[in-house]
């Protein structure tokens, strides 16, 4: 079964890093044009919250390691692409940005890792990690949904590319998998319901793909980003 656990393990490694470069072309096109245009940095900036809290996780929890893992390389890439935002960016939200990523990214983990690490013990401090890892991680399904949303809109996928969804599809499968056979229910819940968007995702790729898209669909979305509904969600942590 352990040898098992790893193997689904990897591969489930091996699937949210290619999810995690998805956004490579994004900012080529951000560095190409020196300007991040209407791309919001703020996915970004709760990716790299909820990776860096998933890491603790990972190195809390015995024989969790391919979660730290994973999640450490995410919080790289994440890094990576704030710090193209930052450069790129109008001066005007140069500030507002670096703010938010002191809040989220810096101040926010910081201050769980110090509350459950000098407040909680043993498995209390795991399940209380756990629990906050996947509250955390509602503001990362924002993107996802708000890519549906405008599917549903404009009757066109160009917004929300195949093989995006089908990562997520696999990306979700593999750590529910995984889950499942660790008994590891805190790893569960947010990839099950990344499981069930990745279903939905490509349910309506099947009913919008022969769509002629519509003309007023926006140039600026990023693939599978939606900036509008990702602002309130990530105003409620704050």
């Not at 769980?112 to 209380?128: K, L, N, Y």
């Not at 990690?129 to 996947?134: L, P, R, S, Y």
Request: hydrophobic letters at 50%; proline letters at 4%.
């Amino acid at each position: 079964m352990a040898n098992t656990i790893f193997i689904v393990g990897v591969l489930g490694n091996i699937i949210s890093s290619l999810a995690y470069l998805s956004p490579l072309k994004t900012f080529w096109r951000i560095v190409k044009n020196r300007s991040t245009e209407d791309f919001s940095s703020i996915p970004y900036i709760c990716t790299l919250m909820n990776a860096t809290l998933w890491i603790y996780y990972g190195i809390t929890k015995p024989d969790s390691f391919l979660i730290a893992t994973i999640n450490g390389f995410g919080a790289v890439t994440q890094i990576v692409y704030i710090l193209i935002f930052l450069v790129f960016i109008s001066p005007r939200m140069r500030a507002k940005t670096a703010l938010l990523v002191g809040l989220l990214d810096v101040g926010f983990p910081a201050a769980a890792i110090s509350f459950t690490h000098f407040m909680f013990q043993g498995d209390v401090r795991i399940d209380v990690v756990g629990f906050i890892c996947d509250c955390s991680g509602m503001l990362v399904y924002a993107s996802p949904l708000a890519a549906m949303k405008t599917v549903i809109t404009t009757k066109s996928v160009e917004f929300m590319p195949f093989l995006l969804s089908f990562a997520i599809l696999l990306n979700g499968g593999f750590w529910t998998l995984y889950a499942l056979l660790a008994k590891d229910i805190l790893v569960g819940i947010p990839n099950g319901i990344g499981l069930l968007l990745g279903i939905a995702q490509l349910i309506l790729y099947g009913i919008y793909h022969r769509y002629e898209p519509l003309k007023k669909a926006s140039d600026n979305l990023e693939d599978g980003l939606q900036n509008e509904s990702l602002i309130p969600a990530c105003d409620s942590v704050s």
